[in-house]
């Protein structure tokens, strides 16, 4: 029998103090790192594959072992979706690829917005479920919306839906991207169909479930969800 998971333990009890001026930082810098040669390589694939097909792409980023990018393919047979996870271990947990319209690569995700954006590839819609809290108040950097290539989520456009069990998380995402012009919602979240093993888990240890949606940009300016 699966133990229940435990809810996340941090001594940060609300949105942490230095997060608006980290995120106004990161908004006037440019986020560079070198090229290692497995995301040189996943770049190479993924350039390969979005070239022999069309269609929207929807991007399924820190996706674990792509049970939710199957699951968001099947969901959308006329999309692209694109799932990322740095784990070669998670991602070969996945098995045989089900259908034509999904690719999984073993990359870290913030190069290949990089390149998207180099190449002003825009997504319809951006999927981040459950990414690793890192829940200490000295982690601040580690967390998306407090890291330096934020600005690259940002600007692949499309919507943006962020899942987790740790409603900090959840809010200081939804403030960060409020503060970078994308205003969206908070809510509690029961899923119908768990999309990961994850928010299974979490669900079937009787955690509160939060989301974050924020719709495409429009004009230059955000409309309300």
């Not at 070239?51 to 072992?65: M, N, R, W």
């Not at 694109?82 to 690569?105: F, M």
């Not at 943006?160 to 908070?186: D, H, K, P, T």
Request: charged share 20%; with cysteine; glycine share 8%.
């Amino acid at each position: 029998m699966q133990q229940p998971s435990r809810s996340i333990s941090s001594s940060q009890v609300g949105i942490h103090p230095k997060l608006a001026s980290l995120v106004k930082r990161h908004q006037h810098s440019e986020w560079r790192e070198p090229l290692a040669p497995h995301n040189q390589l996943a770049i190479a694939a993924l350039e390969e594959w979005l070239a022999k097909g069309s269609g929207a792409l929807i991007v399924d980023s820190f996706c674990g072992t792509g049970q939710s990018t199957a699951a968001l393919a099947a969901m959308y047979p006329d999309r692209r979706v694109l799932g990322i996870d740095k784990s070669a271990h998670r991602l070969a947990r996945h098995g045989e690829q089900s259908t034509d319209n999904y690719l999984l690569l073993q990359a870290d995700c913030e190069p290949l917005w990089a390149w998207m954006n180099a190449r002003q590839i825009q997504v319809e819609a951006h999927y981040l479920l459950y990414p690793n809290p890192w829940p200490k108040p000295s982690q601040l950097k580690r967390r998306i919306h407090g890291h330096p290539a934020f600005p690259l989520l940002l600007a692949m456009g499309g919507r943006v839906e962020l899942r987790s069990n740790w409603q900090i998380y959840v809010e200081e995402f939804g403030l960060a991207m409020g503060l970078s012009g994308r205003l969206g919602v908070v809510k509690e979240y029961q899923p119908t169909e768990p999309l990961t093993l994850f928010e299974r888990k979490y669900q079937d240890s009787g955690h509160t479930l939060w989301l974050f949606t924020a719709s495409r940009p429009c004009d230059g300016n955000q409309m309300m969800v």
